[in-house]
């Protein structure tokens, strides 16, 4: 169970971790019926043979649907895989958490006392 | 702008696709003041060799950050960098949120005609 939810982990991320599958899923984001291959592919600079590798890594991982209507393929995009990958995420939340809401007190005592100074620097706040 | 973005959430995902770079950073999650490179690499049942090159992808990534103190080197959790992941994945939520909604109102359903259950133990809050 635990074995399956890793490997399962380890595709969506992987799915993930490439900027023209980002965007294929972005795109599969506006259009709720789905888009069949040639339209999600149109806007690509991507060769079509590419843009079908990309999508059968996406679909592997679970992130996207094939369903061939007639001579037309249409691809939706499946998230609930998405949610496994957030929910994974969600336990390292409560350390940036922290530090958002220092921040915001910061900017809050500031904005009280209207002296205007330099907001943190990035690196003061990874230094925590 | 966009594309250092890009190429960090590519690198970030990139990490996370792996199952021992996840439970090198659960480890680390553990431990607020951080953990020492042998300390972190000693409940795995790979080489020191190994346990190096993946904390080298982790820091490349941002995920990690690693300071030398004397002969040791300190190992410690960068989680901001997640953030940026789940800033990405959040997009999708409201997908599955109303998946989520329905789900609730099944459980919610079922548990009123029930008798009251233990909660959950920690390891299955783990497995979720």
Not at 6 to 25: K, Q, S, V, W
Not at 39 to 66: C, W, Y
């Amino acid at each position: 169970m635990v074995k399956y939810q890793e490997a399962e982990l380890n595709d969506i991320f992987a799915a993930l971790a490439d900027p023209t599958r980002r965007a294929l899923l972005a795109r599969l984001e506006e259009g709720k019926d789905g888009l069949s291959v040639s339209e999600l592919a149109q806007p690509f600079d991507v060769s079509l043979p590419a843009v079908m590798k990309h999508l059968t890594v996406l679909s592997n991982a679970g992130l996207i649907r094939r369903q061939k209507t007639g001579r037309t393929v249409n691809i939706r995009l499946q998230p609930e895989k998405m949610a496994h990958a957030m929910a994974w995420l969600r336990r390292y939340e409560r350390f940036w958490s922290d530090g958002l809401d220092r921040l915001a007190a910061f900017v809050e005592d500031r904005t009280k006392n209207e002296t205007p100074t330099d907001p943190p620097a990035p690196q003061d706040q990874e230094d925590r």
